[in-house]
């Protein structure tokens, strides 16, 4: 750490409780007041350095005798930067550091301390050491974080953007920089452990409006986003106790940091982190967004900001993990659903909106630009969240407080082409339909259409074959595309084996005939056993059909008895 010594004479100064006495010499005749402490010391000393205090002394009658008393209660630093002031003065030893050069900056400016009152004066000096500390790191750290005592002065002195552009430029240099101006044996010994990340720790001690103010300078350098908000997130972990908490209902067990920040200043705090964070997709991760997202419902931010973090996840929905996007309700209300429908329903929207205006696109003529929104979301983005809304809707789709009409708009979210298989939605259908049997039963149909019949596995249609919580309609269908199905295999397979009867020698010919007949059987049995079914329902729904009309008719024959 840099070092100033100045001053050539022995400590002079003793403290008697609270007052500070000048040892030996003529007794004083000037009483400096600061606070509670008080500094009895001699004019001249002070007048030859002070255009300030001369001033004050000049302008001081002297009734109350010969001693002649000064208040200096606005000097930056208080009494603990006076008593250095007064040293330098006296020409006593002190040492200016990192630590209290700029308090030592502010009160010389506030004194007047110029070179009109004195070859290489407090404020001289101060700005030769300012210039030294700023060449590494850690001094130019120390000095940022002195400012918080006297911030007002040192931000009309642009004492504090100093300090945050030298920062700033060191960061955007690279580890090598750091390990250039760093002259300690410590950091020089290890010079590989350095990474892009090497000042996130020594920044995140910085009170959050230094902060934000060192990022934004980082970002005006061309510091890469990745690297900021890698910091950001740290920051956000680090003072917004929320974050730190397990996503579930099951978070009693969270360790509590040792000074836990009231909830309107972790409100504030996170709508500011969310400020900081680069507008571009995928460089915070999609975990991390979620997680504030959930702090900031539980903390009420204000709805932009909160709009801002849904958008945020929306833009990158297909890399969440659906035990991230059950984001617990935070409604008091009986009748409110245990997760967060609506939610994830915005976020879905948004990442669809997004999807849309990415296919009026020309594929062919792309431009450059800074954000990757710019580029077409493929195919397989969109199939991943569709994944993701049918995972969510089984998830929440026990719940007896969830409308049908929600279900349906977020099931309809996304397009059927991005559904390879309809087994997910209708999973998610069949505990919708268990949770919900008071459903009439052109509810029912109405949901079943949310789904491709024909896009179901051999397993989901054997399952939903024997559903008796489906319509019967729906069962109908799903045994005709059955059959339609094997009926295809079949012709297929016929095809298959023609072709390689043509293509295989002798022994492989003989072989596909061996195994010919007892695939046949099996083919023909299915297709037997599946038209046995249809005609069963067939008949029950031909019989429900006759039982009606059967009712029907009886009422008629006895109204007319009456």
């Known amino acids: 750490m840099a070092c100033l010594k100045l001053g050539t004479k022995p400590d002079a100064f003793r403290l008697d409780d609270h007052t500070w006495q000048c040892i030996g010499g003529l007794p004083s005749d000037v009483t400096i007041e600061i606070g509670g402490t008080s500094f009895n010391l001699h004019k001249f000393p002070l007048i030859s350095r002070s255009g300030l205090l001369s001033k004050l002394i000049g302008d001081s009658p002297n009734e109350d005798g010969p001693i002649c008393a000064i208040h200096l209660n606005d000097i930056p630093g208080g009494a603990k930067v006076f008593e250095l002031i007064a040293k330098f003065c006296y020409d006593v030893k002190l040492e200016v550091t990192s630590h209290n050069v700029i308090s030592l900056r502010c009160a010389a400016e506030y004194l007047q301390m110029t070179d009109d009152y ?99 300078a980082m970002e005006a350098n061309g510091m890469r986003p990745e690297i900021i908000s890698g910091s950001i997130v740290g920051y956000a972990k680090k003072y917004i106790p929320l974050m730190n908490r397990q996503s579930s209902f099951n978070d009693a067990s969270h360790s509590k940091p040792v000074y836990t920040p009231s909830e309107a200043d972790q409100r504030a705090l996170l709508e500011e982190i969310v400020g900081l964070l680069p507008n571009r997709k995928k460089i915070v991760g999609t975990k991390f967004l979620i997680r504030l997202l959930r702090s900031a419902m539980v903390l009420h931010v204000s709805p932009s900001c909160k709009e801002n973090l849904e958008r945020r996840v929306g833009a990158q929905l297909d890399s969440a993990h659906v035990d991230d996007v059950l984001i617990p309700n935070q409604g008091f209300n009986s009748i409110d659903t245990l997760y967060d429908v609506d939610c994830f329903q915005r976020m879905l929207d948004y990442f669809m909106s997004m999807e849309s205006s990415s296919i009026h696109n020309s594929p062919c003529i792309v431009e450059e630009g800074p954000f990757e929104e710019d580029v077409p979301q493929s195919l397989t983005s969109v199939t991943s969240v569709a994944n993701l809304v049918d995972l969510f809707l089984a998830d929440v789709a026990a719940d007896v407080n969830l409308k049908l009409s929600k279900f349906q708009s977020v099931a309809a979210g996304v397009p059927d082409y991005a559904r390879p298989q309809s087994d997910g939605i209708y999973r998610a259908i069949d505990i919708f339909l268990k949770a919900h049997p008071w459903l009439a039963d052109c509810e029912r149909e109405q949901i079943c259409r949310l789904m491709n019949i024909q896009k179901l596995s051999l397993d989901a249609s054997t399952h939903a074959a024997q559903n008796e919580r489906l319509p019967l309609r729906v069962i109908v269908q799903v045994l005709f595309f059955e059959q339609l199905r094997l009926r295809t295999s079949i012709a297929g397979w016929f095809f298959v084996s023609e072709n390689e009867d043509q293509m295989s020698n002798k022994n492989e010919s003989e072989v596909v005939r061996a195994q010919a007949p007892r695939r046949m059987s099996e083919m023909r049995e299915r297709v037997l056993e599946l038209e046995r079914e249809c005609e069963k329902m067939k008949f029950e729904i031909r019989e429900v059909k006759t039982k009606k009309s059967w009712i029907f008719f009886c009422k008629r024959r006895r109204h007319r008895r009456y």
């Open 118 to 216: 004195g070859d290489e004066n407090l404020i001289t000096q101060t700005e030769i050491f300012l210039n030294e500390a700023f060449t590494t790191w850690s001094d130019t750290m120390n000095a940022l974080e002195s400012c918080e005592e006297v911030y007002s002065d040192a931000e009309e002195l642009d004492l504090i953007s100093r300090c945050i552009d030298s920062l700033a430029v060191k960061a955007c240099a690279g580890p090598s920089a750091y390990i250039m101006h760093n002259t300690s044996a410590a950091s020089a010994a290890k010079p590989q452990s350095l990474t892009d990340n090497w000042w996130y720790k020594d920044v995140s001690f910085l009170n959050l409006h230094l902060y934000k103010r060192v990022i934004q």
